[in-house]
């Protein structure tokens, strides 16, 4: 690595990686948009969202924490990572506490996708304030 | 909403390969290239995995 790539490397937002990182998982993209990429924002913003609307259209599953079964609590997790999608579905009461049809399977596969990808782009965003990540 | 088991692979391997390509690469060219490795991955591996299976029940 030359030293102006281990300069970028060192050089850090103004922004606070721990505040682009909850931003992040809280709204899709947010982390991003407040390290001005807002394209990228953007993109990942469609595309969680549009995800995580397919599972619930599709009658997937919407997690809820306490049931005692693991892969349930690993169902849950996964939503969770969705930040306020996931809340706004336990508070409207989007999706079904069970699978009811076979292709609401895939509608519970999309929401924890969902949640999982959001917590990759909030894990990006994080890199890319604290320097972690060039560009 | 219904959908064919295709049409949620292609859904599915569209938004999921833009984040891989967001994520996991820097530079904007880059990403555009990876983003459709990953696309690629996901539909031709599901085919072959449903030829796989097929196989097996055959």
């Known amino acids: ?135 | 909403m219904t959908i064919t088991h295709f049409g949620a692979v292609l859904l599915f391997s569209f938004f999921t390969s833009i984040v891989f390509g967001i994520t996991q690469r820097s530079e904007p060219k880059m990403m555009i290239r990876f983003g459709a490795f990953c696309f690629a991955l996901f539909v031709f591996g599901t085919i072959a995995a449903s030829w796989g299976m097929w196989l097996i029940k055959h």
């Open chain 1, 1 to 135: 690595m030359s030293k102006a790539d281990q300069a970028l490397l060192n050089k850090k937002s103004a922004i606070s990686p721990a505040v682009a990182l909850f931003a992040g998982w809280l709204i899709p993209g947010a982390g991003h948009l407040l390290l001005k990429k807002p394209i990228r924002a953007a993109l990942l913003f469609v595309s969680i969202v549009a995800m995580f609307s397919i599972g619930i259209a599709l009658e997937g599953k919407v997690y809820t924490p306490n049931t005692g079964d693991i892969l349930d609590i690993l169902g849950f997790a996964g939503d969770l990572g969705s930040g306020i999608l996931y809340i706004l579905a336990r508070v409207f009461e989007l999706g079904h506490s069970s699978v009811q049809i076979a292709i609401a399977d895939y509608g519970t596969k999309f929401i924890v996708v969902a949640g999982l990808l959001n917590i990759v782009s909030a894990v990006d965003a994080h890199s890319l304030a604290s320097g972690r990540k060039l560009s």
